[in-house]
């Protein structure tokens, strides 16, 4: 991978794996099976559509360094848009961006988020770290509450801030697994919780992808007033089939993306 991007991800590497110990022992025991290294397949970024950290704003880091947009992605119930970008070289990960379509929750959840977000330094949303920078707002332990009534993605951003909200393990570069239901399997073996949202293997070979991922960590996070234990990212996992020009699709599915957004509840 190209210095700059191998810099930037290894960043977001290290800011993820702080706060989700189950994706370092998960990656510790898939390379214990493998000759070579873990592959990433693509990681994801969550934001609200509120000037100055829309997806653009996002975006426009993976733009400058040779990212190009691919998919859009609607996810209605959960007032979402998202977007994926890929690098032309296809080494190097894919990165899916969503944003929490403010405007279309209720009056009190704009009033907090709109609060939380004017915070930001616009300055800060250009720096180089601004991907792996966190929270840039002050946010006590009930407004988060008051947000997660509503929104859990709202929620998790707000507490969160700019970090990778999971990486994502490639299938087809591993030796030892060849299947989606084959890794669930190694993870429950070895007491790793699994998100069943719409099934433990989401996909089908016929929509060319199929996916699984953990149940986020719970740990504990500072707020203003208190410290709590709330979820914090997840591991996935995805297997991509061939198109009919035999090269391997590159794309999300919709339907697949929105249960796995659901592994960060705290419900589940």
Known sequence: MHN????????????YR????????????????????IVNDHIALRTFNLAPVRLNKLA???????????GEYHFEAKKLYARHYEHPDPDVPKVFISELLVDQCSVQLQAIVSDLVAQTNPDAVDADDFLTSGRHWKLDYGTYRSL?????????????GYRANHFTVSINH????????????????????INTSGGEVKGSPQELLEQSSTLAD???????????????????FALRYPKPDGN????????????IFESTHASN
Request: glycine fraction near 6%; charge should be negative; aromatic fraction near 12%.
């Open 4 to 15: 700059d991007l191998n810099t930037l991800f290894s960043r977001l590497w290290q800011s």
């Open 18 to 37: 702080r706060v989700t110990p189950s994706a370092e022992r998960i990656h510790q025991l898939l390379g214990e099976r493998e000759s070579h290294p």
């Open 60 to 70: 426009g880091h993976f733009l400058k360094l040779g990212y190009q947009p691919g």
């Open 148 to 160: 997660l009534e509503e929104s859990e993605y709202a929620a998790w951003t707000a507490a969160w």
């Open 174 to 193: 591993l030796e030892s697994i060849k299947t989606v239901a084959q890794i669930n399997q190694l993870l429950k073996d070895h007491g790793f919780a």
């Open 218 to 236: 719970r740990v504990a996070l500072e707020f203003t007033d208190q410290v709590a234990t709330v979820p914090s990212c997840f591991y996935e």
């Open 248 to 259: 391997l699709y590159s794309g999300f599915v919709a339907a697949s993306a929105d249960k």
